[in-house]
């Protein structure tokens, strides 16, 4: 007690320290024997749980053939597993027929097919364009999207069907509709004939200068005004719009306007068979001579589009005046019939 008393409170201190850390390495060294203690323990119990016991029917030692074979399996099959008659299944399914060893050329096009896409496969499928031309009735309405519809030949028939109104075509174009005439001068509207030849310009002229006149000259017009400059006779007006109206231009029943359609050629207002006196000037054809082209037909026959047209020196007259033969202006060979004599 005295030497205790005698330690400093700092001493002191250090010595509840150094007892508190000998009864720490005191305690672990107790936990660590009886862990060593425990685990000289735990092999047996656990080899003792991993023995498992699994029932396993026995095989009958039997034929298949014979015929107690049947009876018994009857029975036994009652005391299998759930497990052991999934078993058979799952060998009964994985038992596949031998199939044919294919060539490496079949198999990698039987690859090619599985690898294609939707929308390879359905492009495969699609009817061509010539082949869509041989079946439908009139081949001039087939277009080349008309393909990927899903009846082409009903389409068709719809398209070339009477009056039927065309869907405008440019309903595919990517770019805006009458885009390409951005930049076109626009042609001033012309009055008609029929109102042109009223004299109504005139008046209009007239008045549009009036406009355009200084301040002073129309005071001065107003003072002393000018009679009889816009006098307009309504029997003149009258005539012309219920006597010598016409109607303008009209285009058919569904025909639709599109992008550069009044610089095409308009051929509904030509005639097969008959040539236009810019035809002949543009030839330097004369009244008489045959067109050039009429000894290609007298050998070849009539145009396939026209088998039944009409052509001097062929199926038709010549002119009067005109005789046959090879010389310049003559109309070739003259026609015969079947036996060679002429007509």
Known sequence: MTNKS????NARRRLKKKEKKQDID???????????LQSEENPVQEAKEDVAVEYVSADLELSEYDPAYKELSRVFDKFLKPEELCAEKE?????KPEQNEETPMEMDTYEESLQLSRKARKKAKQMSISMLKQIVSCPDVVEAHDVTSSDPPFLCYLKAYRNTVPV?????HK???LQGKRGIEKVPFILPDFIANTGISEVRGALLDDAMKKGSIKMRERMQPKLGRIDIDYQVLHDAFFRYQTKPKLTTLGDLYYEGK???VQLKHKTPGILSDELKRALG????????WL???????PPPAYPHLKIPGLNAPIPEGASFGYHPGGWGKPPVDELGNPL
């Not at 005698?6 to 409170?9: I, M, N, R, T, V």
């Open 285 to 292: 054809m004369v009244d008489g001579v045959p067109p050039p």
């Open 91 to 95: 060998e009964n399914t994985d038992e």
């Open 168 to 172: 405008p075509r440019h309903w595919c």
């Open 175 to 177: 770019r805006k509709y």
């Open 262 to 264: 009044e610089f095409e």
């Open 26 to 36: 005191l305690q672990k060294e107790a936990e660590r024997q009886l862990q060593l």
């Open 6 to 9: 005698a330690l400093s409170k």
């Open 295 to 301: 000894l290609n037909i007298q050998r070849y026959g």
